[in-house]
C-alpha cells in the first residue's frame, strides 16, 4: 500500500516534470511560435498580432498555469492551423493507434514466448539454433523493410498472396467490424514481428539462467521432467522480469507504431503527431506530445505494479534485490 | 612500450578467437566491410553522388550501374557506400554521447546517502518508459531534421537505460571490500568509479553499447522516414530506404537492398557485442588468461584492464574507461 502511494506520487511528480519539460522545450529552444505560423513572408505586424491573439506575449508562467489548467479539465485546446478541437482529434485517432498497439503485442507474446521457450528447450539442437537466429533477424530488422516485406506478401492488389489491405482504414471507422480488423492485420504483424523478437530472446536468456538453477532441479527432484520444471517454475519465477521487458519494448514501440501509420496510411496518432509537426502546429504538438507521454508514463506506473505484485521478493532497493535473487 | 605491445597481442588474442566462433566471424566480417566502404567511398565511388540521368530512372541492375539507378537516375551503389560514412558517424557518436551520459549518470547514482542518488533512480525509473522518438519529435521542432537530433535523442534514451541496466551490477562492486580497501587509502571517488568500477562491469558496458549502436540504425530509418531524421539530400541508408518506399509495388528491388544492408549491419552489432564479451573474459577465454600471466607479471590489475579495453575496437568506450584506469 504504502508502495502504491509512493509509485503515484511519483507518477504524479513525472506527469508534472514531464509538461513542464515539453512546455519549456518548445518555448526556450530556437524558433518563436508565432513567426513560425505566420509563415515565412509575414510582416512583422502580422507576426505581433498572432502573438497577441495566441496568447504569447504573457509571461511564461502565466501561460503554463492556462494550459496545464485547460488540460486538467479535459480541455486541450484548439489548433490554430486547422481550428479543429485537439482533444476530440486524439480521441478519434486513439480509436485506431490503441487497437493496433495491443493487437500487435498480443501477436508478439503469442509468438515470442512459446518460441523463446522452444529456443532453450527444443530437443534438437539445430532447432534451437535456427529459433535463436530468427529472433536474432527478426530484432534486427528495420520496422519500415519489414512492413515492405509483408505487404510485397500479403497485399492486396500488389503482393504475392492478395488477402489483406495494405491501405488506409474503412472511413466507417469501427462499425465495419471486419474491414476495419483486416486493415489492421498487416501493421499489427509488422509490430508484432519485431516486438516479438525481442520479447523472445528476453525469454530465452532468463530461462537458460533457470535452467542451471536450484529450483529447476527442485522440480526434477519432485518427479517433473527437465522441460516440466523449466515451464512451470522457471518460467513463473522470470514472469517479473518478463513483464518489465515487455514494459521497456512497449515504450519503443511507438516509433515502429508512428513509421507504420504513415506507411499503411492509418489515421493513428502517430500518423498525426507527424503531419502537426510537419505543419509546425506547435501548440497542438503540444498537447499531443503531453498526452502521449502521459501515456507511456502510466504504462511504466502499471508495469511496476505488476511487477511488484507478482515478486513479493521486491522491497526496499528494487533493483539490487532482483539481481541478488537472481543469483 | 611494452604496455602497447600487450594491448596489441591481447587484441589479437580476442580477435582470433572471435573469428573462431560463426557469429563472431559474420561480425567481424560485416562491420570490417562497412569500415572498409565507408573509408573508400571518402575518396571514391563508382559514380559521382550529384551525377543524374534523367531519361534512365529506376534501371535494373546493370554493368553500368551494379544496383541500378534511382528516382532521379542517380547510381544506387554511390548512394549506398555514401551513406554508409553517414550511418558510421551517427553510431560512433551515439555511442560517445550514451557512455558519456550513462556512465555519468551511473556515477551520481552509486553515491551514497545523498539526496541527488535517490533522486535520480526514482527520476530515472519515470523517464525511461518515454519513447526517444518522442524526444527527437520535440529537439525536431526547433532545430529542424539533423543527424544532431538523432544522436542527441538516442544518446540520451540509451544513456537512461545504460544506467538502469548497469546499476545492480555497479552497486554490488562498489560495496565490495577492493573497493573499500581503495576508499580506506584515500583514493578519490572519481578514481574509484573510473578504475574499479568501470573496469569490473565491462561486459554489461559493452553489450548495451553495442546494442544501442545497433538500434540507432534502426532508428535513423525509422525517423528519417518521418522526416525527423536524417535531412534530404544527405545520403544514409535510412534515407535510401524512406526514398525508395513510396514505389515499392512498381520497383520492388529498390527496396531490397538499403533494408538488406541495415538488417545484416544491425545484426552484426548485435552479434558483436555478445561475442566480443565471451571472448575478452579472461575467465571464459583460457588463451587470454595464459598471455596475462606472461604478459602482465609486473602491471597492477587496472592498467590490465585498460589494455584490453583498447582492443575492444569500440575505441569510443575506451576512452572514457582508459583514461581513469590507465592511471
Redesign the interface.
Known amino acids: 500500500m504504502r508502495f502504491l502511494l509512493r509509485r503515484s506520487a511519483l507518477l504524479l511528480a513525472a506527469l508534472f516534470g514531464m509538461s513542464v519539460l515539453i512546455f519549456i522545450a518548445l518555448r526556450v529552444l530556437p524558433g518563436d511560435v508565432a513567426s513560425v505560423m505566420a509563415g515565412l513572408n509575414a510582416t512583422p505586424a502580422r507576426v505581433a498580432a498572432l502573438r497577441q491573439e495566441l496568447g504569447l506575449n504573457r509571461s511564461y508562467l502565466q501561460q503554463y498555469v492556462d494550459w496545464s489548467g485547460n488540460v486538467i479539465h479535459g480541455n486541450l485546446g484548439v489548433s490554430v492551423l486547422t481550428g479543429r478541437d485537439v482533444g476530440a482529434q486524439i480521441l478519434s485517432r486513439v480509436q485506431i493507434t490503441f487497437p493496433l498497439i495491443l493487437l500487435g503485442l498480443f501477436l508478439a507474446c503469442l509468438f515470442g514466448i512459446p518460441l523463446g521457450c522452444a529456443s532453450i528447450l527444443a530437443p534438437h539442437a539445430g532447432v534451437r539454433q535456427g529459433l535463436h537466429m530468427l529472433a536474432l533477424v527478426g530484432g534486427a530488422l528495420p520496422a519500415l523493410w519489414g512492413a515492405m516485406l509483408f505487404i510485397m506478401l500479403f497485399a492486396k492488389g500488389s503482393g504475392l498472396i492478395k488477402i489483406f489491405p495494405s491501405q488506409g482504414f474503412p472511413d466507417e471507422g469501427w462499425k465495419q467490424p471486419v474491414s476495419a480488423c483486416a486493415s489492421l492485420v498487416l501493421p499489427a504483424l509488422t509490430v508484432g514481428i519485431i516486438v516479438g523478437a525481442s520479447i523472445m530472446r528476453y525469454t530465452r536468456s532468463a530461462l537458460q539462467e533457470m535452467l542451471a538453477s536450484e529450483f529447476v532441479d527442485m522440480g526434477m527432484a519432485c518427479g517433473m521432467t527437465r522441460v516440466q520444471a523449466v515451464l512451470r517454475i522457471g518460467l513463473r519465477i522470470v514472469s517479473p522480469q518478463l513483464v518489465s521487458v515487455i514494459g521497456m519494448t512497449f515504450a519503443e514501440m511507438i516509433t515502429g507504431v508512428m513509421v507504420i501509420e504513415n506507411l499503411f496510411a492509418l489515421p493513428g496518432i502517430g500518423s498525426m503527431l507527424v503531419t502537426d509537426v510537419g505543419n509546425r502546429d506547435l501548440l497542438t504538438v503540444q498537447s499531443e506530445l503531453f498526452v502521449l507521454a502521459a501515456f507511456f508514463l502510466c504504462i511504466g506506473f502499471a508495469v511496476d505494479v505488476v511487477h511488484r505484485i507478482l515478486d513479493p521478493r521486491l522491497k526496499g532497493a528494487a533493483l539490487l534485490a532482483s539481481a541478488e535473487g537472481m543469483q | 612500450m611494452t604496455s602497447v605491445r600487450y594491448a596489441f597481442t591481447v587484441m589479437r588474442v580476442v580477435l582470433r578467437s572471435m573469428w573462431r566462433r560463426a557469429e563472431g566471424r559474420f561480425s567481424l566480417l560485416v562491420l570490417g566491410l562497412w569500415l572498409l566502404v565507408s573509408l573508400v567511398s571518402m575518396f571514391w565511388t563508382p559514380w559521382s553522388l550529384w551525377w543524374t540521368d534523367g531519361y534512365h530512372v529506376w534501371q535494373k541492375p546493370s554493368m553500368l550501374h551494379i544496383l541500378g539507378t534511382d528516382g532521379s537516375g542517380a547510381d544506387m551503389v554511390s548512394w549506398l557506400m555514401a551513406g554508409s560514412r553517414t550511418n558510421l558517424l551517427i553510431c560512433v557518436l551515439t555511442i560517445v554521447v550514451t557512455a558519456i551520459f550513462g556512465l555519468l549518470l551511473l556515477a551520481a547514482m552509486l553515491v551514497r546517502a545523498t539526496m541527488l542518488a535517490q533522486m535520480s533512480v526514482?527520476?530515472i525509473?519515470?523517464?525511461?518508459?518515454?519513447?526517444?522518438?518522442?524526444l527527437a519529435?520535440?529537439?525536431?521542432?526547433?532545430?529542424g531534421p539533423s543527424v544532431a537530433v538523432i544522436v542527441a535523442a538516442c544518446g540520451f534514451g540509451y544513456g537512461l537505460n545504460l544506467a538502469?541496466i548497469a546499476?545492480?551490477?555497479a552497486?554490488?562492486v562498489a560495496r565490495s571490500g577492493y573497493v573499500e580497501a581503495a576508499m580506506s587509502n584515500g583514493a578519490r571517488a572519481s578514481r574509484v568509479f573510473l578504475g574499479h568500477v568501470v573496469p569490473n562491469i565491462r561486459p554489461v558496458l559493452v553489450v548495451q553499447l553495442s546494442m544501442s549502436a545497433?538500434t540507432v540504425i534502426?532508428?535513423e530509418?525509422?525517423?528519417t522516414?518521418?522526416?525527423?531524421g536524417v535531412q534530404s539530400g544527405v545520403p544514409s541508408w535510412?534515407h535510401s530506404?524512406?526514398t525508395s518506399?513510396s514505389f515499392?509495388?512498381v520497383y520492388?528491388l529498390t527496396?531490397l537492398w538499403?533494408?538488406l544492408i541495415?538488417?545484416?549491419v544491425?545484426?552484426a552489432l548485435?552479434?558483436f557485442g555478445d561475442a566480443l564479451r565471451d571472448c575478452a573474459d579472461p575467465l571464459s577465454n583460457a588463451e587470454l588468461r595464459s598471455i596475462r600471466q606472461d604478459g602482465g607479471a609486473g602491471q597492477s590489475s587496472g592498467e590490465q584492464q585498460s589494455s584490453s579495453e583498447q582492443q575492444s575496437s569500440s575505441a569510443v568506450l575506451g576512452q572514457g574507461v582508459t583514461r581513469g584506469s590507465g592511471q
Request: charged residues 5%; positive net charge; aromatic residues 4%.
Open positions: 526514482v527520476v525509473d519515470a523517464l525511461i518508459s518515454l519513447p526517444t522518438v518522442l519529435l520535440i529537439l525536431a521542432v526547433p532545430f538502469r546499476r545492480p551490477q552497486l554490488l545497433g534502426l532508428a530509418s525509422g525517423l522516414y518521418l522526416g525527423i535510412g530506404l524512406a518506399v515499392i509495388n520492388p527496396v538499403s533494408g541495415i538488417t545484416c544491425v545484426l548485435n552479434l
